[in-house]
């Protein structure tokens, strides 16, 4: 038998095997705590977006409760504003769904009657739509509404969490300044994250707003109900890649066909894809580049795992908390550098 050398290292099949393994643990660690990684997470992130703010102020002679106070305000009436116009128009929401009562049922006999002329038995319809009414369609959107509304009732755990980096956050820029001759890939690694991180939140931001305000017009003049909530909803979910656009176009296309009938929410249907391609498809990832340094594939796997790790806020930080995984487990390590490529899905650059 041949001995193994004292102090050989694993092969790299190994090694990613076990990271591979320690990274299923840890999720599931992290999921085990989700109430509270959750708003940990945000607050992270919303701390970094404000960073740019921060600077500004310092390098302009700011005392330090201004480079505190301004950043942490900035964050808190935004984050507040959102939350609470977010869940006034929930509220509208649940109250106004009940009144299709009526409306629904006509539109069960019109898809049955449909059905029955495809050639598809009267029990056969009632089997496939026995599980569908009212009640469970206000369920669906109950549900979904309110994970994104559970943010606010974390409100006062995000608070002291961004209170307190925002504290430490001027200390915390220094101690990791000089830690540049010591660990200058960590440093560089870490700069590289927060820059793109604040760059693919500021794009976001911006075109989040356009879509908004545009969906939003366009459901008033068709007048589909409570447009603004649905301007909200789709600022929300252009946070979420890929498929943020079509969470956003199922309600208010639902509730147009209740309202109007099924002209109005073909009609919603069209306005949605024309803005979404064109804004959302053409125009913003020119502005956002390749800030979050990840590829089409592990940016959807991103959004998946995120998503069963800490529901509706996990899929709207996706991309962040990828991008930090990617800058503390790939870009700090000189060892693991070679994976780079295959998350971001570039070739690395010839020298």
């Known amino acids: 038998?041949?001995?193994?050398?004292?102090?050989?290292?694993?092969?790299?099949?190994?090694?990613?095997?076990?990271?591979a393994a320690a990274a299923v643990v840890a999720l599931a660690g992290v999921r085990a705590v989700a109430d509270i990684a959750g708003p940990a997470f945000l607050a992270?992130?919303?701390?970094?977006?404000?960073?740019?703010?921060?600077?500004?102020?310092?390098?302009?002679?700011?005392?330090?409760?201004?480079?505190?106070?301004?950043?942490?305000?900035?964050?808190?009436?935004?984050?507040?504003?959102?939350?609470?116009?977010?869940?006034?128009?929930?509220?509208?929401?649940?109250?106004?769904?009940?009144?299709?009562?009526?409306?629904?049922?006509?539109?069960?006999?019109s898809i049955t009657q449909q059905l029955a002329?495809?050639?598809?038995t009267q029990e056969q319809v009632r089997t496939m739509l026995s599980q569908l009414d009212l009640g469970s369609l206000i369920g669906l959107v109950q549900g979904f509404l309110g994970g994104l509304v559970g943010v606010g009732s974390a409100f006062v755990v995000i608070v002291l969490l961004v209170f307190g980096m925002s504290l430490d956050a001027s200390p915390t820029h220094d101690a990791i300044r000089a830690l540049v001759p010591a660990r200058s890939d960590l440093v560089r690694?870490?700069?590289?994250?927060?820059?793109?991180?604040?760059?693919?939140?500021?794009?976001?931001?911006?075109?989040?707003?356009?879509?908004?305000?545009?969906?939003?017009?366009?459901l008033w003049i068709m007048g589909v109900p409570l447009p603004v909530l649905w301007g909200l909803l789709a600022f929300i979910t252009n946070y979420i890649p890929n498929i943020g656009f079509v969470v956003g176009l199922v309600?208010?296309?639902?509730?147009?066909?209740?309202?109007?009938?099924?002209?109005?929410?073909?009609?919603?249907?069209?306005?949605?894809?024309?803005?979404?391609?064109?804004?959302?498809?053409?125009?913003?990832?020119?502005?956002?580049?390749?800030?979050?340094?990840?590829?089409?594939?592990?940016?959807?796997?991103?959004?998946?795992?995120?998503?069963?790790?800490?529901?509706?806020?996990?899929?709207?930080?996706?991309?962040?908390?990828?991008?930090?995984?990617?800058?503390?487990l790939i870009d700090a390590d000189p060892a693991t550098r070679w994976a780079v490529p295959l998350v971001s899905g570039h070739a690395p650059a010839r020298r």
């Open 1 to 19: 038998m041949v001995r193994a050398t004292a102090g050989a290292r694993p092969s790299r099949g190994l090694r990613v095997l076990l990271g």
């Open 44 to 109: 992270l992130v919303l701390t970094v977006a404000v960073s740019p703010l921060r600077v500004w102020l310092r390098r302009r002679g700011a005392r330090t409760w201004v480079l505190v106070t301004v950043p942490l305000m900035t964050i808190l009436l935004l984050l507040g504003a959102l939350v609470g116009a977010l869940v006034v128009s929930a509220a509208q929401l649940v109250t106004l769904l009940p009144t299709y009562a009526g409306r629904y049922q006509q539109l069960i006999g």
């Open 117 to 120: 002329h495809l050639g598809v």
């Open 189 to 218: 690694a870490l700069g590289d994250f927060a820059r793109g991180t604040c760059n693919y939140l500021i794009v976001s931001t911006v075109f989040g707003l356009i879509v908004a305000v545009l969906d939003a017009v366009a």
């Open 251 to 328: 309600p208010p296309t639902l509730l147009a066909l209740l309202d109007s009938g099924p002209s109005t929410a073909l009609a919603v249907v069209v306005v949605y894809s024309v803005l979404n391609f064109i804004i959302q498809s053409v125009i913003q990832p020119k502005f956002a580049g390749e800030s979050a340094g990840l590829s089409t594939t592990i940016t959807m796997l991103s959004l998946f795992v995120w998503a069963y790790v800490l529901g509706p806020i996990g899929a709207i930080l996706a991309v962040p908390l990828s991008a930090f995984a990617r800058a503390l």
